[in-house]
């Protein structure tokens, strides 16, 4: 792990440098955020068959913004995969839902329990909403479907 340091108005700051041999051979699927609780590794799914896969035979529940399909996947951590369609607006609108959606996993990873494969779909009225909109609704989601813990 490489480290460095800058400084920005008289503060030091500490900006570490992950590559992805830390991770034990985890392929680029994995997206790493760095918190206060220390790194946190989402397992996204990439493949269409993989979505397909989960759309046929996973559960669906919906609600005003999003829908939530989700499929055992017999391992001992959730796969997350986001879908915003054209439908929903630009890129800038998409790429903020996607944000909106993936933050919202982030801080409740805790609660969900694991061995999902867990796809959210962004309708078209979750643009434009704020974020506790948005993660209300993907709790919401989880608690329908009973993977999340209250």
Same mark, same amino acid.
């Given at each position: 792990?490489?480290?460095?340091?800058?400084?920005?108005?008289?503060?030091?700051?500490?900006?570490?440098?992950?590559?992805?041999?830390?991770?034990?051979?985890?392929?680029?699927?994995?997206? %790493?955020?760095?918190?206060? !609780?220390?790194? &946190?590794? +989402? @397992?996204?799914?990439?493949?269409?068959?993989? =979505?397909?896969?989960?759309?046929?035979?996973?559960?669906?529940?919906?609600?005003?913004?999003?829908?939530?399909?989700?499929?055992?996947?017999?391992?001992?951590?959730?796969?997350?995969?986001?879908?915003?369609?054209?439908?929903?607006?630009?890129?800038?609108?998409?790429?903020? %839902?996607?944000?909106?959606? !993936?933050?919202? &996993?982030? +801080? @409740?990873?805790?609660?969900?329990?694991?061995? =999902?494969?867990?796809?959210?779909?962004?309708?078209?009225?979750?643009?434009?909403?704020?974020?506790?909109?948005?993660?209300?609704?993907?709790?919401?989601?989880?608690?329908?479907?009973?993977?999340?813990?209250?």
């Amino acid at each position: 792990m490489e480290e460095k340091s800058y400084q920005t108005e008289g503060q030091k700051e500490d900006i570490s440098y992950l590559h992805r041999s830390h991770f034990c051979g985890l392929s680029s699927i994995y997206k %790493v955020y760095c918190s206060g !609780r220390g790194v &946190i590794v +989402l @397992n996204s799914i990439k493949k269409n068959s993989s =979505f397909v896969y989960v759309y046929q035979n996973g559960k669906s529940y919906a609600n005003k913004y999003l829908v939530m399909y989700v499929l055992k996947n017999g391992l001992e951590e959730n796969r997350f995969g986001i879908t915003v369609s054209k439908k929903v607006g630009n890129s800038v609108v998409r790429h903020r %839902v996607t944000r909106l959606i !993936r933050e919202s &996993i982030r +801080l @409740n990873l805790e609660q969900f329990e694991k061995g =999902f494969d867990i796809i959210i779909v962004a309708r078209n009225t979750a643009k434009g909403k704020k974020f506790c909109d948005v993660e209300s609704a993907v709790l919401h989601l989880g608690r329908l479907h009973k993977i999340v813990m209250r």
